[in-house]
């Protein structure tokens, strides 16, 4: 899987939720760019098995009136 912008994974897959490994992020937390992982138009098949053993953060592509959970990123893992 290669290293994408957030800009090509917003125009790779629009309107879906991301699980996003080996990301870089922003003095403010944002995603700038990383592997993507997983995706979905379903949020709950980003989340499903297996379990990751790295570091990952969730993103949501389109719209969102949850702007603080949109744009939060961190070292979370998947179980």
């Not at 290293?3 to 490994?21: A, D, G, H, Q, R």
């Not at 990301?23 to 992982?37: K, T, Y």
């Amino acid at each position: 899987m290669k290293k994408m912008s957030w800009e090509e994974m917003k125009n790779e897959y629009p309107e879906e939720w991301l699980l996003i490994t080996d990301f870089d992020l922003d003095s403010s937390g944002h995603v700038l760019a990383g592997v993507v992982d997983r995706h979905s138009k379903q949020k709950d098949l980003v989340y499903q098995s297996p379990a990751l053993k790295k570091p990952a953060a969730f993103r949501y592509t389109g719209e969102s009136n949850l702007s603080g959970l949109r744009s939060h990123a961190g070292k979370h893992y998947v179980v």
